[in-house]
């Protein structure tokens, strides 16, 4: 099995996570430099995550898990852990669209709707997720704990988020923190 993607990516680290115990190879790719190349032969989407078994290429970190969690015999998310991946989703992708933007060189903080809306999409996404820690929803390490975990460093990292009302995510990132293979995909580390 190989899996495409790069060491700063979290959409890529929840995979990297979920594969913690198995054997496959780790492409790193710069997707937005030398690295495009490769990755416009692999995914016409021009995203990452994608995975290689065989002859199965499988596109998008969700499908990726579901692919995985079959292959391991695990039992499919719950409606609710769904429900749960998508506002991580959301949080992660209006994320990504404010990185994005400002390595474009716009000025993201600006008081326009584009920039408002993914700003309140993480704000309200961000304090469900941190109600739902504080009630014991993450409190084991699974598939949605380690996505949330990902979003959570990873916006961290970015310096995208200001933490304030949402800590619990900052004590759940704490508590996971020095986990093995979780110290080992640190982003800052690459
Ligand atoms: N829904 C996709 C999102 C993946 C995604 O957005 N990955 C980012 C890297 S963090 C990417 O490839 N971005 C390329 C782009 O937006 O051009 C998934 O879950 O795999």
Redesign the pocket.
């Known amino acids: 099995m190989k899996l495409i993607g790069?060491t700063t990516?979290?959409?890529?680290r929840r995979i990297r996570l979920l594969l913690a115990d198995n054997e496959y190879e780790f492409v790193n790719l710069d997707?937005y430099g030398e690295g495009r190349d490769e990755l416009r032969r692999h995914n016409p989407a021009?995203?990452?995550?994608m995975l290689i078994d065989g002859e199965q290429e499988v596109y998008?970190?969700?499908v990726?898990a579901r692919y995985i969690s079959e292959k391991q015999g695990l039992a499919p998310l719950s409606w609710d852990q769904e429900n749960q991946l998508t506002l991580i989703?959301a949080a992660n992708?209006s994320a990504?669209i404010l990185l994005?933007s400002s390595r474009s060189g716009i000025d993201t903080s600006e008081n326009l709707m584009f920039f408002n809306l993914q700003r309140e999409r993480i704000m309200m996404t961000m304090r469900t997720l941190a109600a739902m820690v504080d009630e014991g929803q993450f409190s084991h390490w699974n598939y949605p704990a380690m996505c949330l975990y990902s979003l959570v460093d990873w916006v961290d990292f970015r310096d995208l988020v200001d933490f304030t009302g949402v800590e619990s995510l900052l004590t759940f990132r704490d508590h996971h923190r020095d986990n093995g293979v979780v110290a080992g995909t640190d982003p800052r580390r690459s």
């Open positions: 790069s990516s979290p959409y890529v997707i021009l995203k990452i995550p998008d970190s969700r990726i989703d992708d990504v994005l």
